[in-house]
């Protein structure tokens, strides 16, 4: 029963499983969506988030999430939500 989201060099070194995720939900059409890329530059891990905000809360959710190591994203191409 240890806690494996604990690491060296983590972004955020205060995540918890149970604070910060949440059970898979559709996200509704009228809420704001956008994507966040990280290139993966060398050896970097490459990451392309797609985020939703929640207006009547201001919640900022990932729904989707791409990794690639060593290869750099390309979010010129329209994806498919």
């Given at each position: 029963f240890g806690?494996?989201?604990i690491g060296e060099g983590l972004a955020f070194d205060d995540f918890?499983?149970?604070l910060h995720t949440c059970e898979p939900f559709h996200v509704p059409s009228h809420w704001y969506r956008f994507r966040a890329a990280d290139w993966g530059f060398g050896r970097d891990l490459a990451?392309?988030?797609w985020?939703?905000?929640d207006?009547?809360?201001e919640i900022m959710y990932v729904y989707r999430e791409f990794t690639a190591n060593?290869?750099?994203v390309d979010i010129s191409k329209k994806l498919i939500k």
């Open positions: 806690k494996w989201d918890c499983r149970e990451v392309c988030l985020l939703a905000i207006p009547s809360t060593g290869r750099q």
